[in-house]
Each structure stands twice: as C-alpha cells, then as structure tokens.
C-alpha cells in the first residue's frame, strides 16, 4: 500500500498548473492519478470501475494504463474527498 499526495494546481497566466510526479486530482469531475514515471490516467468510478473508500483506499489495486509502465499498486488517495471542489466538478 502506498499513500498518493493531492496535487494542487498552481494558477498562472496561461492557466493552472499541477506539479510533476506521483499524486491524485480531481480534474473536469474525473479523478487522475499520475504514476512516478508521469502518466497521468482518468479512473472509472463508476459501479464497474474503481472504488475508493472514505479513507481514500482504492480497490481493486491501480495500474497505470500506459503501455510498458509496471507501476501497479495498492494505493490511498491522501485528503481524499469524495466530490469533485466546483471548480473541478
Ligand atoms: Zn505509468
């Protein structure tokens, strides 16, 4: 099990920016996970998708679905809110 941070967005002149790296967001009412290796992938939620739990535990396990990455986890969403805040719904 391993606990993936909650990036958040830098605002800027061209629009809002996330860091690089391993971490979870909520982004157009869709939750993205980004790997290590910097693949970022939406997660189905729906009742054939992914779970999340109220402490953020993800079931079944992530993997990341770019071809030929390996990271494949069971991950906790770290400040895990089960709603999108508005200006990501
Ligand atoms: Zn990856």
Request: proline content about 13%; charged content about 20%.
């Given at each position: 099990?391993?606990?993936?941070?909650?990036?958040?967005?830098?605002?800027?002149?061209?629009?809002?920016?996330?860091?690089?790296?391993?971490?979870?967001?909520?982004?157009?009412?869709?939750?993205?996970?980004e790997?290590?290796?910097?693949?970022r992938?939406?997660?189905?939620?729906?009742?054939?998708?992914?779970?999340?739990?109220?402490?953020?535990?993800?079931?079944?396990?992530?993997?990341?679905?770019?071809?030929?990455?390996?990271?494949?986890?069971?991950?906790?969403?770290?400040?895990?809110?089960?709603?999108?805040?508005?200006?990501?719904?």
């Amino acid at each position: 099990m391993i606990v993936i941070p909650r990036k958040q967005y830098t605002p800027t002149p061209q629009g809002r920016t996330l860091p690089k790296g391993l971490g979870w967001v909520w982004w157009k009412g869709s939750l993205f996970i980004e790997c290590p290796s910097g693949h970022r992938a939406a997660f189905d939620l729906s009742p054939n998708g992914h779970q999340v739990a109220a402490d953020g535990t993800i079931s079944p396990s992530a993997v990341c679905p770019e071809t030929g990455c390996t990271f494949h986890e069971f991950v906790r969403l770290a400040d895990w809110t089960p709603e999108p805040p508005p200006e990501d719904a």
